[in-house]
């Protein structure tokens, strides 16, 4: 087994962890009850799929045409920075928007926060 | 060898992207759900747009990686900010 071997057995089984999470996401997508748990399964698994995928191409680049691929680590960063905010925008504007939640969820601390807030704010009451 | 495993993963990941497409027409998801399956459908093309640089063993496909994500970022960014409050660049700051 040469070097060579190696390395694609390497880029395999990142391609194939990426592959399954993302893949595991989709199907999150399909069986999940609302918008909130639905946006754990996008954002968790599909960011962790994508990162493993350019992983794998930044190896391959590596040791195939031993060329460090700056722009990989860009996208990398990039990725592993932006995508939970993005995540975090989308969830946040749900529950702004008044998106319910599912039948079976059992609490709501957001809600809570946002009420007692909302007490505070009242004309004729100091706030502390 | 090599080339038809990546295929496969390239065949998979298509099959997750019909899954958010359907998803996005489904009649009952709301703007939420389609702003976030937007945002998962930009990071699958990526990984696409990844496996098959490595196909064609070519590096030029990599400047496509930073580009969408970019787009796929401030696009649910500001989708968000809009569904939220109706604005997506504030002028005025304060009460």
Redesign the interface.
């Given at each position: 087994m040469n070097a060579g071997a190696v390395i694609?057995v390497i880029?395999?089984l990142c391609?194939?962890v990426?592959?399954a999470a993302?893949?595991l996401?989709?199907?999150g997508?399909?069986r999940l009850p609302d918008?909130y748990t639905?946006?754990h399964a996008?954002?968790k698994a599909?960011?962790l799929?994508?990162l493993f995928?350019?992983l794998?191409?930044f190896i391959?680049?590596l040791f195939?045409?031993e060329?460090v691929?700056v722009?990989?680590i860009?996208?990398i960063i990039?990725?592993y920075l932006?995508?939970p905010?993005?995540?975090h925008?989308?969830?946040?504007?749900?529950h702004?928007?008044r998106?319910a939640l599912a039948d079976i969820s059992v609490c709501d601390d957001l809600q809570r926060d946002l009420d007692l807030e909302q007490q505070d704010q009242e004309p004729g009451k100091a706030r502390v | 060898m090599f080339e038809y495993i990546m295929y496969s993963f390239l065949f998979i990941l298509t099959i997750s992207l019909v899954i958010a497409i359907y998803r996005i027409f489904k009649r009952s998801s709301t703007t939420s759900d389609r702003v976030l399956l937007i945002d998962s459908i930009s990071y699958i093309i990526i990984a696409m747009v990844a496996i098959l640089s490595i196909i064609m063993d070519t590096e030029a496909y990599l400047d496509a990686i930073l580009l969408i994500g970019i787009l796929g970022f401030l696009s649910t960014i500001a989708l968000a900010r809009f569904i939220e409050r109706g604005v997506v660049i504030e002028r005025r700051r304060g009460d």
């Open positions: 694609e880029v395999i391609m194939l990426g592959t993302t893949i996401s989709s199907i997508v399909i918008v639905r946006a996008t954002t599909t960011t799929g994508l995928i350019l794998g191409t391959y680049f195939t045409h060329k691929s722009r990989l860009l996208g990039f990725v932006t995508a905010v993005a995540g925008m989308a969830t946040r504007s749900a702004r928007s998106v | -």
